[in-house]
Structures are given as C-alpha cells and as structure tokens.
C-alpha cells in the first residue's frame, strides 16, 4: 500500500519568516518517486521537484529547499524568507514503480502575511 | 500545446444532464490521468491512460463516470446524470511513461457546477 500524510492542514506565518512543511510517505516499494506541487489561488498545480528514492541528496532551489531521509520516510520542504506569492496549497505526492498512479496528501494551504 | 490543455474551463449544468470534460495532453506524452478536487479537498485519482488503453480506472466513483482516449491524444471524460456531489474540479494531467517516475504535469481543471 501507498499513503502520503501531510500532517499541517494549515500554516500561517508572518512574511521572511521561514517555514517548513511536512511529508510523511509509506511504500513497500524500493523504487518510488516522491513530488511536490503547488496549487496558488488560481487553482492550476505547479511542479516544484521530483525525488526518486535512490537520491537522498538534498535539493536547494533559490528559497526553496527540500530535505529526503528515506530513514524517517519524510520528504520535507522549507521556504527561506517568505514571501506573499508563497501563499499556497502545497501538495506532497508519491509514486511506486509498481504503480499506475501517484498519491498525493491532502495538502498543507500556507498562508503568508505581509 | 505547450501544456496540458482542458476545456470548458467552467461549466455549469442541471442535475441529471451529461456532461463532457475534454483535456488535449501535452505532445509526446503517452500516459494521460484524471483526478477530481471537491472544495477545499485534496485530489482524487480516477482514471490512467497509457495510449489508449487505461489500465488503472479503479478510481472511478461510479457506472455514470466514463473516459476514453483516441489516437494516444485527446481524452474526454463523461458524467451521465450529473449530481450535485459531482460538483468538483476534474484535472487532466500527462506525462512521458509513468513507470519511469516521469514528471506529471496538470492542466488548469474544469470547474463543474451541478446545480
């Protein structure tokens, strides 16, 4: 069985502040693809970065950075200094090689004040 | 496309009509999905395409809920007798092979409106 739990159904947090949102996977799998997408107000999903389970390394992408520990089956994602446009459903999502769909968690909606 | 493509962008319908919801993938991408978003809910999986076969439509909430793809292309979904618990955002999403752990890129939803 697959499952994604982001456990944060909402964030607020003052702008330049950096926060972090969680992700906790299950798979039995050894291969497996791990995502996160955001959702702005406009509704459309964008692709932030794509893990596959044999990269541990972490990633930093400006202010986005993303932190893989295949040890605690997390895949968190920290914004650096905040910004309003941040302001967002964030979607955590897993994919097993075994499988025909990805799984996404229920969402982390971050919102960013000015 | 640039992107995955889906039309009507809204759609508003009396109950017990059908509806079609069509999405154009991204050229070159062979695997197509369908997920459903309720109001302030996550995504639901419904339907995969790989060609056109679909070897995953377990997600199909019921027998009123279709999908085909023709051509390894375009995909329309269909609601027979629509509901108001249908009322949701249906995403069309693409992909190069999935079994890959390719990127699956979404379009921008079809907003339905049962009423």
């Known amino acids: 069985a697959q499952k994604v739990t982001q456990a944060q159904t909402e964030i607020s947090v003052v702008e330049k502040e950096d926060v972090t949102l969680d992700c906790v996977y299950e798979t039995r799998d050894t291969t497996y693809y791990l995502f996160w997408y955001k959702q702005p107000p406009s509704g459309e999903l964008v692709f932030l970065i794509r893990r596959n389970s044999f990269d541990e390394q972490n990633e930093i992408s400006g202010r986005y950075s993303w932190n893989f520990q295949k040890s605690t089956s997390s895949f968190n994602f920290t914004i650096t200094a905040s910004q309003v446009v941040d302001s967002a459903v964030y979607f955590c999502a897993l994919l097993q090689r075994s499988a025909s769909k990805i799984i996404f968690g229920s969402g982390t909606r971050l919102s960013i004040r000015p | 496309g640039a992107g995955v493509s889906q039309s009507p962008s809204n759609k508003v319908t009396e109950k017990g009509k059908d509806v079609e919801l069509r999405c154009d993938p991204i050229s070159g991408h062979t695997a197509l999905y369908w997920y459903r978003q309720s109001l302030g809910q996550g995504l639901e999986f419904l339907i995969y395409?790989?060609?056109?076969?679909?070897?995953?439509k377990s997600g199909l909430p019921s027998d009123r809920f279709s999908a085909e793809r023709t051509g390894g292309s375009v995909s329309t979904l269909t609601i027979q007798r629509t509901q108001q618990e249908d009322s949701a955002v249906y995403l069309c999403a693409s992909s190069l092979q999935l079994s890959s752990g390719n990127t699956i890129y979404f379009g921008e939803g079809s907003w339905l409106t049962v009423v």
């Open positions: 395409f790989q060609g056109n076969s679909a070897p995953d």
